[in-house]
């Protein structure tokens, strides 16, 4: 039974640019939450995704964006990005109103120069 | 936005040493969440408390809720190599499994051999 998997690990851009970052939940997980964690920080949640549509978000600007496809695997799209935006990006799956239990996956190292 | 105070926010200690770590906040709790993170890795859901004056065992780690449920502590005993991380507490608005985390800014421990 995979876990949360992302793609890619790691990620170098430069200002200005445009990321996507992908993420596959766990088998049988139906909603999925994406999180920044800066170096030395705890996570932050962005926003989070179920039946293919943003339920909740964070306070983070419009330039962080997703998507949820059918198949529950989910995007995270950064636009414009600034160097502060370098940071662990994590991805986490549940089973939306099953208890509190929620996966995360390994990351994406993301680094803006 | 309740805001969630974790201490000593780095810790090393000796092998074989007890430890203890706090999580706190001005405002009650509907339920708190511990984690694990190494590096490299995302975080791992190590216990959920619920109830005021709760207390969970996970081996060598317990876990305290207070009783007016603005705080928590972890206890490790005999602490090991592999009980090295980052130690998060995280808390869900709804804790109903619907929301978002929030988390602590964690505890970096490092326990030597």
């Known amino acids: 039974d995979a876990g949360v998997t992302q793609s890619p690990t790691h990620l170098i851009k430069t200002r200005g640019q445009q990321v996507t970052l992908r993420c596959s939940p766990k088998?049988?997980?139906?909603?999925v939450s994406w999180y920044q964690q800066a170096l030395g920080q705890g996570p932050q949640f962005i926003f989070q995704?179920?039946?293919?549509?943003?339920?909740q978000r964070g306070n983070f600007p419009d330039r962080f964006s997703g998507h949820q496809f059918p198949n529950y695997s989910s995007e995270l799209n950064v636009n414009a990005l600034l160097l502060g935006d370098s940071a662990l990006y994590l991805c986490?799956?549940?089973?939306?109103?099953?208890?509190?239990?929620?996966?995360f996956g390994p990351g994406t190292r993301l680094t803006v120069t | 936005t309740q805001l969630l105070e974790q201490s000593p926010q780095f810790l090393s200690i000796q092998e074989g040493e007890n430890l203890t770590v706090y999580c706190n906040s001005s405002?009650?709790?509907?339920?708190l969440q511990w984690y694990r993170q190494e590096p490299g890795e995302g975080p791992v859901l190590l216990v959920t408390v619920v109830t005021g004056g709760e207390v969970k065992k996970l081996k060598r780690l317990t876990f305290q809720f207070g009783d007016a449920r603005k705080d928590s502590s972890l206890h490790i005993t005999a602490a090991q190599p592999g009980d090295t991380g980052l130690y998060l507490c995280?808390?869900?608005?709804?804790?109903?499994?619907?929301?978002?985390?929030?988390f602590g800014k964690g505890t970096h421990l490092i326990i030597q051999p």
């Open positions: 986490a799956s549940r089973l939306r109103d099953r208890g509190y239990e929620q996966y």
């Open positions: 995280a808390w869900e608005p709804s804790g109903g499994g619907a929301d978002g985390l929030t």
């Open positions: 088998s049988g997980h139906d909603t």
């Open positions: 995704y179920y039946e293919e549509e943003e339920r």
């Open positions: 405002s009650v709790f509907s339920s």
